[in-house]
């Protein structure tokens, strides 16, 4: 390949063009097939003997520097080395076998690292979802069953759902009030406000919940001052403290207010560069036609960032249906605060059921592809009509 | 501010349209936009002041009592952080570098190739296997735990770093195709064409062309990555566990929180130790960051 002469043929693959039927060595004969099957899994398989047979990785009392270095090396150069031989091998092949097979030593990895890291399990969920707890026999519909019928998987369908109402809603209409009002102060001004309410976006579920007992924090009267802000004000007040991690029903909206805090600059930073783009000389024309500021809101802004509206609502909603870290670290889904994802990982990963826990994994998947579907039949509209 | 504008008479319109000019009418929303600020900051700023403040101190009284008496002697110390990083976390950091570097270069690296294939090379099935690509970024990562955690478990591989990276670089690859492919494929055309006449073959158009003119692109998922990888809790607490020696900061400081009332001292300590590169990252690369989270906002 070293040289090679210009060819139609090349050009054409540029351009997008189906490659015309070659005759003699066809890209699509069964030998050509094994070479790409092979070239695909040439460098998946070589990082997992790399990675898996070099016993230093495991052993517990490495330095860890060593193991960071080691990790940066092979991730980082290793890999590349790897494509560079495949490339270098697939150019040592007649010319012709090689254009047919070097797509695939591209793009190949990436399949088989796909489907052996979702397609597989997922499949393999599904299947283990009416398996029993030991997946040892078929059960059918028995753990789907269990968990529209028993109270403490109903009650984390009903906290979930109550989740995903609240939790989109509220950091939307957070972040779009805060994106419209800091639109209108110096560009100085809005950076520092909108850095402050993002700032959460780079903290951990699991840290955001560390930080949000201090919060909660709760001491019984007469067991010290109390050190939970929520609690000191309440206090103050003359008002008794209040465990607010165990109150019935509102602890699930204590949680929720943790995510809300944490989404809602997502929201506003995304709302915000929306609102920026809406045509200026459209918001002009109408305030000069004796629109208010309100008016200006509901009748310019809102339309024109709809779209952008639902796609944050679809995202932030989608995380709050998956989120377990949260309730995990607080309650351990304690006091009637279990959500899904959180039982599915208590389910599977604290009492070993392997069946029950891919049957609320799947409950998870399912609950979402409609949501994902009208989305992406909206999205093609518009595409569509533009 | 609202009524004034509804009663205002055609002469003046012109004049007195843009909301904003003139401080008088700008402070309630500087109010209304502060007030939210502040109550936004508030949760971190008590947990920063908390971490440099002495054990018993943090038991006894509220963050906010500090302002009374900002210099008193022996109010403020570093011992919780030293105490928490000798405790533990030290050893968490380095685990969660070592989990987080490879499990961001990896799928970066594999997905950059693929990506080049799906937008400039042509072979059967291009474009049913990128939509298929794009198309498991719908599968949950719940859906993967089980069967994972019993292969690996078989193999005796839990617990082990590549694990984790593997792990990792797979679920993030559908995210990471998409951007990348559509980053690449907006490229001129002419530009590919013109590099293969004067000879270049696929792997140097990729390297010395296509991947320098995709920087921006590469940086925004990596940097979503790194902080998905660094902020995950999910997939190293399944593959990597709770042995103390392999534990990542999350894991560390989540069991930290579970001791209760005994570790409460050390809590906000540990929270930022696992806090602070992730900030650090995200201020001084905020920019591709939010690039990467418009973009890929539909991941997790």
């Known amino acids: ?386 | 501010m609202t009524a004034a504008t509804e009663t205002r008479g055609p002469v003046t319109k012109p004049t007195s349209q843009v909301v904003g000019d003139g401080s008088a009418s700008r402070f309630p929303i500087y109010l209304a936009v502060g007030l939210v600020a502040l109550l936004w900051t508030i949760p971190s700023l008590g947990l920063l002041i908390n971490s440099f403040r002495e054990p018993s101190l943090i038991r006894g009284s509220g963050w906010w009592t500090v302002f009374g008496n900002l210099f008193e002697a022996g109010a403020w110390t570093i011992q919780n952080y030293t105490q928490v990083l000798e405790g533990g976390f030290g050893n968490a950091f380095a685990n969660t570098l070592a989990v987080t570097i490879p499990a961001v270069a990896i799928p970066l690296t594999v997905a950059a190739f693929a990506a080049y294939a799906f937008a400039w090379m042509e072979f059967p099935g291009r474009n049913l296997i990128f939509v298929t690509v794009v198309g498991l970024m719908v599968i949950p990562l719940q859906m993967a735990l089980i069967p994972i955690l019993n292969i690996y478990t078989n193999f005796d591989l839990n617990g082990t770093f590549p694990a984790v990276w593997l792990a990792h670089a797979g679920f993030g690859l559908p995210l990471a195709v998409y951007l990348l492919r559509n980053y690449m494929g907006s490229l001129p055309a002419s530009l590919i064409e013109s590099a293969k006449i004067d000879g270049a073959d696929h792997f140097k158009i990729f390297t010395r062309l296509v991947v320098p003119l995709s920087v921006p692109v590469l940086a925004s998922f990596a940097i979503f990555q790194f902080l998905w990888v660094w902020n995950d809790f999910l997939v190293a607490l399944v593959f990597l566990g709770v042995d103390p020696s392999n534990r990542v900061l999350t894991v560390e400081l989540a069991d930290l929180a579970g001791r209760g009332e005994g570790a409460l001292n050390l809590l906000p300590a540990a929270a930022f130790v696992t806090m602070i590169l992730p900030l650090v990252v995200f201020f001084s690369l905020q920019r591709f960051f939010v690039r990467g989270l418009t973009a890929g906002s539909v991941k997790g």
């Open chain 1, 1 to 386: 390949m070293s040289t090679p002469p210009v060819t139609t043929e090349q050009l054409d693959e540029a351009q997008h063009r189906p490659l015309p039927p070659e005759p003699g060595a066809s890209s699509n004969s069964p030998s050509v097939w094994l070479l790409r099957l092979a070239s695909a899994l040439v460098i998946p398989a070589v990082l997992v003997l790399f990675f898996f047979t070099f016993d230093f990785l495991k052993q517990e009392d490495i330095n860890k520097i060593v193991q960071v270095v080691v990790a940066v090396l092979v991730g980082v150069g290793g890999i590349w080395l790897l494509y560079w031989g495949m490339d270098r091998a697939i150019s040592a092949m007649p010319e012709r076998a090689g254009a047919a097979v070097r797509p695939f030593a591209f793009a190949g990895p990436a399949m088989v690292l796909l489907a052996f890291y979702l397609v597989y399990p997922a499949v393999n969920t599904f299947i283990l979802s009416f398996q029993n707890s030991a997946a040892t026999e078929f059960i059918a519909f028995d753990n789907y069953q269990r968990i529209f019928t028993e109270s403490v998987y109903l009650i984390s369908i009903r906290n979930s759902v109550v989740w995903v109402l609240f939790v989109p809603a509220a950091a939307l209409a957070i972040g779009l009030g805060f994106a419209t009002l800091a639109d209108k102060l110096s560009s100085r001004s809005e950076n520092v406000a909108k850095s402050l309410i993002f700032l959460p976006m780079a903290i951990s579920f699991v840290g955001a919940s560390v930080v949000w007992t201090f919060i909660y924090d709760f001491r019984t009267e007469g067991f010290g001052d109390q050190i939970g802000i929520l609690n000191a004000i309440l206090v103050a007040f003359g008002g008794d403290p209040v465990n607010w991690m165990q109150v019935p029903l509102w602890n699930n909206l204590f949680l929720m207010i943790i995510l809300v805090w944490l989404q809602t600059g997502f929201a506003m930073v995304i709302l915000s560069s929306a609102i920026k783009s809406v045509p200026e000389d459209q918001l002009e024309a109408s305030r000069i036609d004796g629109a208010n500021e309100w008016q200006v809101f509901r009748r310019i802004v809102i339309p024109s960032i709809a779209s952008t509206i639902v796609v944050v609502w679809t995202t932030i909603l989608i995380t709050t249906w998956k989120v377990f870290d949260i309730v995990f670290v607080m309650t351990g889904g304690g006091f009637d605060t279990s959500v899904v994802a959180e039982r599915m990982v208590t389910e599977f990963f604290t009492f070993g059921n392997s069946g029950m826990g891919a049957a609320l994994a799947v409950l998870l998947f399912v609950a979402v592809v409609p949501i994902l579907v009208i989305n992406v039949r909206r999205f093609r509209q518009q595409e569509a009509t533009r």
